[in-house]
């Protein structure tokens, strides 16, 4: 790129020599930030990882889905008495030999003594009791359930069905379900807490209004039981650890561009993200409205596209807009050269920019003795520039 390709309005006025206009040695070297900006604690924080350099589109994208449907619940072994790919184990058969044992042939005989002297009890007693034949027809069971409404023999030893669990009635403020129905028809199942599940974040009692949870934050989902008279407010769990997929415009996040990894809502600072746009329902960050400030996407997929997020996000450069500026650009530069900001009109700035390279370069030599600024991040390099400019 050549630094003197847009036009000079200080043509014949000697260009700015020495330190650079950020009060920076002439060879301040690689790592040197203009306006060094607080150092961050260690980890994932201000000063992120990497995204495109000044050209919007870099696409980190997140994907989840929901347990298969069928799937056993955390914990639960999937197959009874033994492992994956293992028939069920049971107890061992002792072999049947063939046969009959002496210990049967005993038996038989004490069969054949007792029913002898069961037959000569009855001969001894039924002639007592030939008087009460009626009362002990009338007194039958199914006669008993017609006279008094008791439960006939055969509806009594009808098993009783088991009870069906009311997962919104026992739930507390922390539990977390599997939704295995959709938007509009949910069908909760309780598990652990984690990726792809629903927490319960706030309990309305006394009422069935779905809308008693549009004032909760970080909601996107309530159920309710009419048996119990209760709502729950829902929040979905995109990644484990994540709470970015909840920002809101005008919050900042930050996080790491490695695939699937958790980003968070942090205080707006140096080196953080700024929430410029979020679309919901849209997981694509080509969605994105184009514009000045856009340089960074955060896309969400689920299996439900009423989940999906996308989130349009701006970088704050410790040096202002310097991030964004392009050839041309006029600015407004302060009075230690470390901060610079966009102006309507070049007659309110100072400074206009002579050259712009998305990269870490020597700005004095690249520069060839116009000022110069340039402005790493670390964690994300590709978002690092280097720009040249001059007095207006």
């Known amino acids: ?235 979905y769990t995109a990644i484990a650890g994540d709470d970015a997929y909840h920002a809101q415009l005008d919050e900042c996040v930050y996080g790491s561009s490695t695939p699937d990894s958790p980003w968070n809502v942090i205080d707006c600072q140096d080196g953080a993200f700024r929430v410029i746009e979020r679309l919901e329902g849209e997981s694509s960050t080509s969605a994105c409205t184009d514009s000045t400030y856009y340089i960074y996407g955060l896309g969400y997929s689920t299996t439900e596209s009423y989940l999906d997020v996308t989130l349009c996000l701006q970088m704050i450069y410790a040096s202002g807009d310097a991030g964004y500026a392009e050839i041309d650009d006029c600015m407004s530069m302060n009075g230690d050269y470390t901060y610079f900001e966009f102006v309507s009109d070049c007659g309110d700035g100072n400074v206009y920019v002579t050259g712009r390279t998305n990269e870490l370069v020597d700005g004095e030599s690249w520069c060839n003795g116009w000022g110069w600024a340039y402005e790493e991040v670390p964690d994300f390099p590709e978002l690092s520039f280097t720009i040249c400019w001059g007095y207006l």
């Open 1 to 235: 790129m050549d630094p003197y390709s847009s036009h000079d309005p200080n043509a014949g006025v000697p260009p700015h020599y020495g330190p650079g206009p950020n009060g920076t040695p002439p060879n301040p070297g690689p790592g040197y930030v203009p306006g060094q900006s607080p150092g961050y604690p260690a980890g994932p924080g201000p000063n992120p990882t990497p995204g495109t350099g000044y050209t919007p589109g870099p696409d980190t994208t997140h994907n989840i889905g929901y347990p298969p449907p069928g799937a056993p619940p955390p914990g639960q072994a999937p197959y009874p008495g033994g492992a994956p790919g293992m028939p069920p184990q049971y107890p061992p058969v002792m072999p049947q030999r063939s046969g009959m044992p002496v210990g049967a042939w005993i038996g038989i005989g004490l069969g054949v003594v007792m029913v002898i002297g069961l037959v000569v009890a009855a001969l001894v007693i039924l002639p007592d009791r030939s008087g009460d034949s009626d009362t002990a027809t009338t007194s039958s069971s199914s006669d008993d359930s017609e006279d008094s409404g008791g439960t006939s023999g055969s509806d009594a030893s009808d098993p009783t069905e088991p009870a069906v669990e009311d997962p919104i009635a026992d739930a507390v403020i922390g539990d977390c379900f599997y939704d295995y129905g959709d938007e509009t028809t949910p069908d909760l199942e309780p598990t652990s807490c984690g990726a792809g599940t629903f927490e319960a974040i706030d309990i309305i009692e006394g009422t069935n209004d779905l809308s008693s949870c549009d004032n909760v934050d970080a909601v996107n989902s309530a159920v309710t039981s009419t048996a119990a008279d209760r709502v729950l407010c829902l929040s």
